[in-house]
């Protein structure tokens, strides 16, 4: 017999099936028992009746519980009260014969109930299978699939970028070192170089990959090891071009997952968010005179934002503007990496730009120097030596056109969509320093 | 002006535009300049009547050459004699005015030239702009998305895989290892645990995603650094099942590879594979019963084959069969890892199997030990710690079902898919023993 799905069952009224799925939930109501079976697809009713089962499985049937994986043979019944709570609750199967596929322990606690963080991340496994988790990975997975939808449409090549590089450009300070059959490698913090390179031979690339960042924070929003959804891009003007195609991304996303995701989003109370056709835009210090103005403190001299200063910009400019999302633009030459073009507008700013959503920088862009020797100048001003990026440089030695791009994280966006407490909550196994999985021993 | 790709022009007959691209070649014909210009959608002939020439452009006519970045703007022409070789061979462009937006050095060589392999892997930057090179990464970027399209339509979601893990579960000897905030970490090998963990969440789950072997090898098949196309499946019978949509998958890919890359395969006189309905499949003693009778060589005590083998079977296969795949069963119980079934109809040989594509070896797959004490006990058996893998764990001690995937290298498929010499060419940007991009310094 052939599996049917339980959403399919839908169409299967009347007829006989194989469904094969875990118990949800059980509920005894005198001598018949209900099950809630959970498969890929949704839920369904399961309903046994002791006595019209066969008799191997009536003597299992006290033990069947939460996480049990069972086959059940049955017939579909349409339901005479439906469940207008659930996609299959129109029907309910009526149990003829039960095989156990695999048994479970009793559960500590039950699905979705509260806990520390800790204690959360210690039991992933099976804190996923909670309807809540599942439905911030659904949105996750739906995400990336739209990204990479949208820019397949705009001519973009995706490209597999390398982890294991041998120099670190954005940066030093913040990067995992490894042995590397006797040399020193690093990992990756970015895909920045090598999808310049490619923008030489695809003119338009994007890639989905890890990155790795050796940072000490232990904030709500930092993880040492996320996903980045790049984009880089040729031709351009400004960086408006780049501009236009990560806020267009950005609408894709919003507008898929409306489509896609309501149920989703209903089950976590998110709130979709509101990306105005003109979304605020402000040069840094702007941004900082706004922030002394309204809020009081003074940070015109800083070189970019404090947390609690970004949550300030984002609730302004959803009180001000009804936007979920602002712009920054023009951070100082000395604070963006060297691949970034200054502005011959704005002496000792950079054509770079941020965005925050609801009060989190989630995207980072800008245009890069395409000049070979303007690059070469700039990676010695940073202090660098540019032999360790001949690689690098030889794309821009045989023409590179003025281009730009844009990395984003995947998980900061998720996190900040959803609105959950912690990044590590939209991270599908969260690293940080003291953790892998389990609390590491040092 | 908003700018035209060269692909549109074919649209726009009579009238004036703007295009922006690479130069690929210079014609000089008497005084009139051909260049054929490369952008994103494919090549334009230009043609450039100086005396038709704005005068600021006519002033630097003669330094064009190969590879600078150029806009121009012209009227497009009908073209008498249509290039019938080239997509937009009806048209061309006669130029009004040029604006160079990078410049070039003089190639080192004429794109495409034939080099050692150390001097290819040195300018990759350059070299990519080759068009074969161009059409074997839009194939290979053409694979994962069939993949990923394929797998989302057959109900499976898609994780992102941790890449930094405390525990090797594919054996110790060939990860990397790193320092992580003073404990140890390794590099991951495979998502196999991961993507487990996960089949109890979701039931079928894929993944793709870097992956990383320290394998001293230096051969024209092994990298360290590659692209895992991962899936895996929950509720199967047998290890046919995780076959059979590993077979849909690839012939999804070499479908749509046939419609969609048809002129890239053409341009690398690569030859689309042959996968028959049945494809021929094997236990390992059958396959080396037939190397001892066919090529009178005695594998018949190893536990895998010698890549001379897989050759040689993969020779077999096509002569007798006229099939490019062959798939072979029931490796040992020792030589596969430990999360690997036993057939109990066949003592002491794994429910596995490996995809060999062109007489190499390109997917490992098969079904995974699912009950909890089963897997404490061969883990075990394996000389390992179960405490090392109690976060794994977790998740079949909630209900695993019967569950099963495969991995197959990205690389490995392009290589043998096109022909190429070395997995090298099929490699983005490489990593060996030796080289992280340039050659390492020890």
Redesign the interface.
């Known amino acids: 017999m052939v ?1 049917t ?1 339980n959403i399919d069952c839908l169409n299967s009224v009347g007829q006989d099936v194989l469904v ?4 949800k939930a059980r509920r005894d109501m005198g001598k018949i028992v209900f099950l809630d079976m959970r ?3 949704g839920l369904l009713q399961i309903v046994i009746v002791p006595k019209l089962l066969d008799v191997a499985s009536r003597g299992f049937l006290e033990k069947l519980k939460p ?3 069972l ?1 059940i043979v049955g017939t579909i019944n349409k339901r005479e009260k439906p469940n207008l709570n659930l996609e299959t609750g129109e029907v309910e199967l009526l149990a003829n014969r039960i095989d156990i ?5 009793v ?1 500590p606690w039950e699905l979705g109930a509260e806990m520390k963080m800790d204690t959360f991340l ?5 804190n ?2 909670d309807d809540k ?2 439905a911030i ?2 949105i ?2 739906e995400i ?2 739209i990204f ?1 939808d949208y820019l ?1 449409e705009q ?1 973009f ?10 120099s670190a450009p954005e940066g030093g300070a913040n990067v ?8 020193k ?1 690093f ?1 990756a913090q970015s895909p920045q170089l ?1 999808k310049q ?2 923008v ?5 690339v994007f890639c989905i ?2 990155v ?1 960042r ?1 940072e ?1 924070h232990n904030t709500n929003r930092h993880i ?2 996320y ?1 980045s959804l790049d984009f880089e891009m ?2 351009i003007e400004d960086p408006r071009d780049v501009l236009k195609v990560q806020l267009d991304v950005l609408r894709a996303i919003i507008k898929n997952l409306q489509e896609k995701c309501s149920a989703e989003f209903e089950l976590l109370k998110a709130t979709f968010p509101n990306l105005p056709v003109n979304v605020p835009i402000l040069k840094l210090r702007e941004a900082q005179a706004l922030i002394k103005k309204e809020f009081g403190e003074d940070c015109t001299k800083e070189p970019d934002f404090e947390p609690h200063q970004e949550r300030w910009l984002g609730e302004y400019a959803k009180r001000t503007w009804n936007s979920d999302f602002v712009i920054v633009t023009h951070y100082p030459t000395e604070k963006r990496p060297f691949y970034i073009m200054d502005d011959a507008n704005d002496v000792g700013f950079t054509k770079s730009f941020d965005i925050l959503f609801r009060g989190c920088e989630i995207v980072t862009g800008g245009q890069r120097l ?2 070979c020797s303007a690059l070469v100048e700039k990676i010695k001003k940073f202090g660098l030596k540019s032999q360790d990026f ?3 440089l ?9 281009e730009g791009g844009t990395g984003m994280g ?1 998980e900061r966006l998720t996190w900040q969509m959803l609105g959950l407490d912690s990044i590590k909550q939209a991270t ?2 969260p ?1 940080d ?2 953790r ?3 609390v ?3």
């Open positions: 599996r799905l094969k799925g875990w118990i498969d890929r697809s996480e049990f994986c086959s596929l695999a048994e479970a322990e559960l210690d039991h992933l496994p099976l996923y299978r988790n599942r990975f659904k996750q997975a990336t699939k990479r397949v001519g090549t995706e490209i597999q970028f390398p982890k294991l590089i041998s995992f070192t490894l042995d590397y059959f006797g040399a490698a990992l090598y390179i490619m030489g031979v695809f003119e338009r990959g890890t790795f050796a000490k040492n090891e996903t040729g031709f395409n000049d001949s690689f690098y030889e794309a821009f030695k045989y023409g590179m056109p003025p995947l599908l196994f690293r320093q003291g892998i999985d389990l590491l021993e040092k």
